[in-house]
Structure formats: C-alpha cells, structure tokens
C-alpha cells in the first residue's frame, strides 16, 4: 500500500489559486465589463431589468461571505478559496455557451457573487 505524502504535493495548491484567479480575472476583464451591453443588444433587456440583478450583486456577496468564513472554518481556507476560484471559473464557461437568458442571469449574478466572496478570505 502507497501512501502519499501531503507536503510532497502541497507547492501545487498556491499555484492552483493562482491560475484560477488569473484565467478568472482575465475572462471578467475582458467579458463582464460588456454583458450588459449584450444582454440589453441581443436579449432586449431593460435597464430597469439590469439593474435589478445589479442589486443581487452585493447582497449574495454580503450573505455568502458569512458562509464562506464558517466554511473556512470547517474544512480550510485554501479549500475554500479553491472552490470558489473552481465556481468563478464554471461561471464565465456558463456565461459563454448558454442561451437562455434566465440562465445568463443567474451565471452573471453568480459569477459576480463568488468573485466577490474571496476579497474577506
């Protein structure tokens, strides 16, 4: 029987967080500053529609920052951050292929969000 050795593997995590923050702020920096324009070019979304799901924004980062801090308790915060640096990530890729616009919505707001959850930790 093999046992690995935890502390062998442990210079992988730093760079893994690094990655997934770097591939995330490269897709937001480039995409999300224009969804809005193409949900209101393409989806003929109102401003009022917008800006509602603008409003989400820091109240799902308020609440899932509480839950972020016990999380981080319970198992860890490079666990943490990875999971959500990994939701980040999922989140841009659903932004990109999905079509439906409560879909995109809910990525946009959700991509928001999650970024936003790891400015505490």
């Not at 969804?35 to 799901?53: K, Q």
């Not at 509480?66 to 890729?93: D, E, H, P, Q, W």
């Not at 990109?96 to 999650?114: D, K, M, P």
């Amino acid at each position: 029987k093999v046992e690995e050795n935890p502390v062998e593997y442990s210079w992988i995590v730093p760079w893994l967080i690094f990655g997934g923050c770097i591939v995330s702020m490269i897709g937001a920096g480039i995409s999300v500053k224009f969804i809005p324009i193409y949900f209101m070019a393409e989806y003929n979304i109102s401003p009022v529609t917008l800006n509602i799901a603008y409003i989400f924004n820091p109240f799902g980062s308020a609440v899932l920052s509480l839950f972020a801090g016990y999380l981080s308790n319970k198992i860890g915060r490079v666990k943490t951050l990875l999971l959500f640096v990994t939701l980040v990530i999922l989140s841009l890729i659903v932004l990109s292929f999905a079509t439906a616009i409560e879909i995109l919505l809910a990525a946009f707001i959700c991509r928001y969000v999650f970024a936003n959850v790891l400015d505490p930790l």
